[in-house]
Nanobody, 122 residues
Framework: QVQLVESGGGLVQTGGSLRLSCAASGRTFSVYTVGWFRQALGKEREFVGCIGGSGGTTYYANAMKGRFTISRDYPKNTVYLQMNSLKPEDTALYYC???????????????WGQGTQVTVSS
């Protein structure tokens, strides 16, 4: 099994940046796709982007494309979400998740972290 822990959330001003981390415990999970999702208060969980295992191919939702970047540090078993030009509508609880598949559907992901809060002030 895979265990995931997110960190790096916090309060940031409009236009600012944050980098979230997703750390996996135990042996390497490099064969897994890692996805980032977010859920704002009163809204459905929303796909942010993902990075594939091994080759590390990335895929982003249109709303995040050009502002957010996902990367992997294989020796540290860690995946990052770099968020730039943040807007108040980015405020949400951010989750990382893992799957042996590849895609944007919540149902594809078998393992989830506990979430980290991102708040963007106007």
């Amino acid at each position: 099994q895979v265990q995931l822990v997110e960190s790096g959330g916090g309060l940031v001003q409009t236009g600012g940046s944050l980098r979230l981390s997703c750390a996996a415990s135990g042996r390497t999970f490099s064969v897994y796709t890692v996805g980032w999702f977010r859920q704002a208060l009163g809204k459905e969980r929303e796909f942010v982007g993902c990075i594939g295992g091994s080759g590390g191919t990335t895929y982003y939702a249109n709303a995040m494309k050009g502002r957010f970047t996902i990367s992997r540090d294989y020796p540290k078993n860690t995946v990052y979400l770099q968020m730039n030009s943040l807007k108040p509508e980015d405020t949400a609880l951010y989750y990382c998740a893992a799957t042996r598949a590849y895609g944007d559907a919540v149902s594809l992901y078998d393992y989830w972290g506990q979430g980290t809060q991102v708040t963007v002030s106007s």
